[in-house]
T-cell receptor, first 111, second 117 residues
Framework: GIQVEQSPPDLILQEGANSTLRCNFS?????LQWFHQNPWGQLINLFY???GTKQNGRLSATTVATERYSLLYISSSQTTDSGVYFC?????????????FGSGTRLQVQP | DTGVSQNPRHKITKRGQNVTFRCDPI?????LYWYRQTLGQGPEFLTY????????KSRLLSDRFSAERPKGSFSTLEIQRTEQGDSAMYLC???????????????FGSGTQLSVL
């Protein structure tokens, strides 16, 4: 099955800093999503982005499907951005609906 | 839109007991998923329903696990003869089916944290 790897595993930022999180996947995908898991465990869907670029406020994401990676950009970070960011992908042409998650990037934004 | 609701929020049980969790998806979402998450890891897929039909199951889903979605609305996940290795967060997600596209954005509930003593 598809492998999803995220980097870095841990990241500490000062409030106001920018960051880039990376997600590599091993096979062609027809679904790729980014999630934020807050300190209370709730998974929030940030982007559905199997290809191309999207922006939502201070967050943006780019997926280069042909090179099998996706990037999540966080600008002007705030303490509320802290938590774990997950990338999840679904392999194309398998007929399966399961999303495979990476191990996440744990982000801590310090005031 | 009240979001995906899961009950109970926490469950503590003794090894060997049976437990059942409930998930109420967002109304009109005909796709429903169960995932399991252990500490420090990403969620792992368990099973998928489209309406009342269970269409996909992971190899992780042993014979002790069973899931149902009898009327295509809420779903239950039962674990029989629980083991300490079953301790995890059990997450439910739902999504709408958009005809003619693979566009599918998942919405997760807050999960049920299971502790097996």
């Amino acid at each position: 099955g598809i492998q999803v790897e995220q980097s870095p595993p841990d990241l500490i930022l000062q409030e106001g800093a920018n960051s880039t999180l990376r997600c590599n996947f091993s096979d062609s995908v027809n679904n790729l999503q980014w999630f934020h898991q807050n300190p209370w465990g709730q998974l929030i869907n940030l982007f559905y982005i199997p290809s191309g670029t999207k922006q939502n406020g201070r967050l943006s994401a780019t997926t280069v499907a042909t090179e099998r990676y996706s990037l999540l950009y966080i600008s002007s970070s705030q303490t509320t951005d802290s938590g774990v960011y997950f990338c999840a992908a679904r392999e194309r042409d398998t007929g399966r609906r399961a999303l495979t998650f990476g191990s996440g990037t744990r982000l801590q934004v310090q005031p | 839109d009240t979001g995906v609701s899961q009950n109970p929020r926490h469950k503590i049980t003794k090894r060997g007991q049976n437990v059942t969790f409930r998930c109420d998806p967002i109304s009109e979402h005909n796709r429903l998923y169960w995932y399991r998450q252990t500490l420090g890891q990403g969620p792992e897929f368990l099973t998928y329903f489209q309406n009342e039909a269970q269409l996909e199951k992971s190899r992780l889903l042993s014979d002790r696990f069973s899931a149902e979605r009898p009327k295509g609305s809420f779903s239950t996940l039962e674990i029989q003869r629980t083991e300490q290795g079953d301790s995890a967060m059990y997450l439910c997600a739902s999504s709408p089916q958009i005809v003619g596209t693979d566009n599918e954005k998942l919405f997760f509930g807050s999960g049920t944290q299971l502790s097996v003593l």
